[in-house]
């Protein structure tokens, strides 16, 4: 069993909605990120957390929104996506920035836009 | 240009047989992870290698990273149906760099 929880596990929405992903981990890590993957490719990093503050926005579009409102929770706010956001977005947690090679990820949530 | 190039892309093989996989880089690294990821969930970590020679052993896997800490490789005994899936290595350059990853099938 993982142990970064992510929610929904899928989530169908149009291009006018608003939705939320969320990321849940409770091994004390004080590092968290956002990756999208795209079908048979590796994770792209979007955003990364360390100690509660957005360190890391690798030029990612405004609508995604990431909020990390303590140590253990990291959501992802949707809005107004396109068809080509369609992804699998995966949460990870690291016990440090500094040590960001053992990442352990969430079973990540399956986003169809449409 | 992609820090890490993994090869095969692509692997088939009867269950029973060895393999090995291979993610090369002109780029030092003070670390090197290897991950397994099955279709629709994440990645999982396999192991961490961080000195140069180094070999680590995960039952019927043996992972190796080169001299240079620029090279590692992953060798599989006698594969099993289970093993299939996406192998990915992750380099820790300052940021983790990923590999386009190789895609095992092991067929029974």
């Known amino acids: 069993d993982t142990e970064v929880t992510q929610t929904p596990k899928h989530l169908v929405m149009g291009m006018t909605n608003k939705k939320s992903l969320k990321c849940e981990q409770h091994m004390g890590h004080r590092a968290m990120y956002w990756y999208k993957q795209k079908a048979k490719k590796p994770p792209e990093l979007m955003f990364v957390?360390?100690?509660?503050?957005?360190?890391i926005n690798e030029s990612v579009p405004s609508r995604f929104s990431p909020e990390c409102p303590n140590s253990s929770l990291l959501n992802l706010h949707l809005h107004a996506l396109q068809p080509e956001d369609s992804a699998l977005y995966l949460c990870?947690?690291?016990?440090?920035?500094?040590?960001?090679?053992?990442?352990?990820f969430g079973e990540g949530s399956r986003l169809t836009v449409l | 240009t992609q820090l890490l190039e993994q090869s095969p892309q692509f692997l088939s093989i009867q269950e029973g047989e060895n393999l090995t996989v291979y993610c090369n880089s002109s780029?030092?690294?003070?670390?090197l992870q290897w991950y397994r990821q099955e279709p629709g969930e994440g990645p999982v970590l396999l192991v961490t290698v961080v000195t140069g020679g180094e070999v680590k052993k995960l039952k019927r896997l043996t992972f190796q990273f080169g001299d240079a800490r620029k090279d590692s490789s992953l060798h599989i005994t006698a594969a099993q149906p289970g093993d299939t899936g996406l192998y990915l290595c992750a380099g820790d350059r300052d940021k983790i760099i990923f590999g386009k990853g190789t895609r095992l099938h092991i067929l029974p």
């Open positions: 957390y360390s100690y509660e503050k957005l360190s």
């Open positions: 780029s030092v690294f003070s670390s």
């Open positions: 990870a947690s690291s016990q440090e920035v500094t040590r960001p090679g053992e990442l352990f």
